[in-house]
């Protein structure tokens, strides 16, 4: 849904928006100085207790170096120009002004609630059932249940442009309500119309 004007000549058929799964393979992490300590208390080896959690079905079921755990982004901008374009905006602090308008706006603040309670639910209803059960396991349904576009926590904060945009190009739940990916685009089809 990006418009011509934005598509560079050999580029037409780059995909705009791609869909992750909501969980990720990291090295082991034991914490220390200068770590996350939220991450060394929550981070663990995950080790089979029987032979039968040798043979998971998860598709991201661990090795004996890495650990599991939730990812907050599953909608990411692969389109290079649109990328450039929407980091421009970012460096001219247009993250702050939306965040200013939203304040001003109880339809778009609605709105934006709705998104982020849709992407939440559209990561979890992506997991598979083994993934699901292991979130459960370490109580990290808030990862899920409270986070929204980009693991935003508050989502009358505009933490991530390109991860509004993506949302709202995609096809995912909520993706309509996301006022501020709208608001985004709207004002990248300002720019490019004026050039």
Wanted: hydrophobic share 35%; with cysteine.
């Amino acid at each position: 849904n990006v418009p011509m004007l934005l598509l560079e000549d050999d580029d037409d058929d780059a995909p705009v928006v791609v869909q992750l799964y909501p969980m990720v393979l990291r090295n082991e992490h034991s914490g220390g100085k200068g770590s996350r300590k939220f991450k060394s208390r929550k981070r663990r080896r995950l080790e089979s207790n029987s032979a039968e959690d040798d043979t998971a079905t998860s598709t991201t079921a661990p090795d004996n170096n890495r650990v599991l755990e939730p990812f907050p982004t599953i909608y990411w901008l692969t389109h290079p120009k649109l990328h450039r374009l929407i980091s421009q905006l970012e460096l001219e602090g247009l993250g702050v002004q939306l965040e200013k308008k939203l304040e001003c706006d109880t339809d778009a603040k609605t709105r934006v609630i709705q998104a982020n309670v849709g992407y939440g639910q559209e990561r979890w209803d992506l997991l598979t059932e083994t993934d699901a059960a292991l979130i459960r396991e370490r109580q990290w349904n808030a990862a899920f249940t409270r986070r929204g576009v980009a693991g935003n926590g508050n989502p009358l904060a505009v933490k991530c442009l390109h991860a509004h945009v993506a949302h709202y190009l995609s096809d995912g739940k909520g993706s309509t309500d996301n006022v501020i990916g709208e608001w985004v685009m709207e004002e990248i089809y300002k720019r490019q119309e004026t050039k």
